[in-house]
């Protein structure tokens, strides 16, 4: 009986140890994405070439990483799934050119809220995509986000807002979106294969465009090749293997509720070290934007007991 109940609280530690490990890697990887705008902001380079900098650095750090782990290629086994893998992973590449333009002309605070509307769009269209019932308190989640966004861009619709950088910005939360109903269709391509595809067929998609539109001449500033190798290395490599490699073995709650930390944050880092300002009624759009989001996807309505039975 004593060895018994010794197995068991052995079992229970390590269990309390990976389950912890997993937890502050995930923690680390959202605050790395977090800090991506305050990264960027100091390479000296079109937003274009920065993406294209960035997901050429992190694929080939990912790539290494699966096959040096043994890690065994499967996408080929499924080729529809692999099929919605590529557009999403094209969507992905897409957001990430309208995200970092939308940096460089409204800011860091405000294009990471924007950018964070793409779960809602989601949400919004699950019901018809996935059959998802479209609840109450989805439905006042959506609200509060389209208030929200409304007053932290209200300045654009008197003419003194960059529209231009706004509308990179939905759009970029519009292919947030399309990133991930499609990547939902790829549900058996998963961990480091489906972040190493995903990272490597974005940089593809951005490199086809970048070489169309000007080509893949660049002066790279000395002060730019640090912060360079930074937001491709350790927040793009580094950063998608903590997040995937850890959200498996966490509970969904947990990975939904956390999941917030990083528009949070990525709004708290461009204040304190870009010393960028928010009006009052755009801290009350963001606080709308992010509480709306989280309305939405945590709150589940109650059960009643004929839909328990």
């Given at each position: 009986?004593?060895?018994i109940?010794?197995?068991y609280f052995?079992?229970?530690?390590?269990?309390?140890?990976?389950?912890n490990?997993?937890?502050?890697k995930?923690?680390?990887?959202?605050?790395?994405?977090?800090?991506?705008?305050?990264?960027?902001?100091?390479?000296d380079?079109?937003?274009q070439?920065?993406?294209?900098?960035r997901?050429?650095?992190?694929?080939?750090?990912?790539?290494?990483?699966?096959f040096?782990?043994?890690?065994k290629?499967t996408?080929?086994?499924?080729?529809?799934?692999?099929?919605?893998?590529?557009?999403?992973?094209?969507?992905?590449?897409?957001?990430?050119?309208?995200?970092?333009?939308a940096?460089?002309?409204?800011?860091?605070?405000i294009a990471?809220?924007?950018?964070?509307?793409?779960?809602?769009?989601?949400?919004?269209?699950?019901?018809?995509?996935?059959?998802?019932?479209?609840?109450?308190?989805?439905?006042?989640g959506?609200?509060?986000?389209?208030?929200?966004?409304?007053?932290?861009n209200?300045n654009?619709?008197?003419?003194?807002?960059?529209l231009?950088?706004?509308?990179?910005?939905?759009l970029?939360?519009?292919m947030?979106?399309?990133?991930?109903?499609?990547?939902?269709?790829?549900?058996?391509?998963?961990?480091?294969?489906?972040?190493?595809?995903?990272?490597?067929i974005?940089f593809?998609?951005?490199?086809?465009?970048?070489?169309?539109?000007?080509?893949?001449a660049?002066?790279?500033?000395?002060?730019?090749?640090?912060?360079?190798?930074?937001l491709?290395?350790?927040?793009?490599?580094?950063?998608?293997y903590?997040?995937f490699?850890s959200?498996?073995?966490?509970?969904?709650?947990?990975?939904?509720?956390?999941g917030?930390?990083?528009p949070?944050?990525?709004?708290?880092?461009?204040?304190a070290?870009?010393?960028e300002?928010?009006?009052?009624?755009?801290?009350i759009?963001?606080?709308?934007?992010?509480?709306?989001?989280?309305?939405?996807?945590?709150?589940?309505?109650?059960?009643?007991?004929?839909?328990?039975?």
């Amino acid at each position: 009986m004593l060895d018994i109940m010794i197995y068991y609280f052995q079992f229970k530690y390590k269990r309390y140890r990976m389950n912890n490990k997993a937890f502050f890697k995930y923690i680390f990887a959202l605050l790395l994405f977090g800090s991506n705008g305050i990264v960027a902001s100091f390479i000296d380079l079109s937003s274009q070439n920065i993406v294209l900098l960035r997901t050429l650095i992190g694929s080939m750090l990912l790539i290494a990483i699966f096959f040096i782990s043994g890690g065994k290629l499967t996408f080929y086994k499924n080729k529809k799934q692999f099929l919605f893998l590529a557009v999403s992973s094209i969507a992905m590449g897409t957001s990430w050119m309208f995200l970092y333009e939308a940096y460089t002309r409204i800011g860091v605070s405000i294009a990471s809220l924007l950018y964070y509307c793409g779960p809602v769009i989601v949400m919004a269209l699950s019901p018809l995509l996935f059959k998802e019932k479209l609840t109450a308190n989805k439905v006042l989640g959506f609200l509060a986000v389209l208030i929200g966004v409304i007053l932290i861009n209200g300045n654009a619709f008197d003419g003194k807002g960059d529209l231009f950088g706004i509308a990179c910005g939905l759009l970029s939360a519009v292919m947030y979106a399309f990133m991930v109903i499609c990547n939902k269709k790829a549900k058996d391509i998963v961990g480091l294969e489906n972040s190493m595809l995903q990272l490597t067929i974005a940089f593809l998609t951005v490199a086809i465009f970048v070489g169309l539109k000007q080509g893949y001449a660049m002066q790279i500033a000395p002060t730019s090749i640090v912060p360079i190798f930074i937001l491709g290395l350790l927040n793009t490599g580094i950063g998608c293997y903590f997040y995937f490699s850890s959200i498996g073995k966490l509970n969904v709650q947990t990975v939904a509720i956390c999941g917030y930390l990083e528009p949070l944050s990525a709004v708290l880092f461009s204040v304190a070290f870009l010393k960028e300002t928010m009006l009052p009624l755009q801290i009350i759009g963001a606080v709308l934007t992010i509480g709306g989001a989280m309305i939405g996807e945590l709150v589940k309505p109650k059960r009643t007991k004929s839909s328990t039975q």
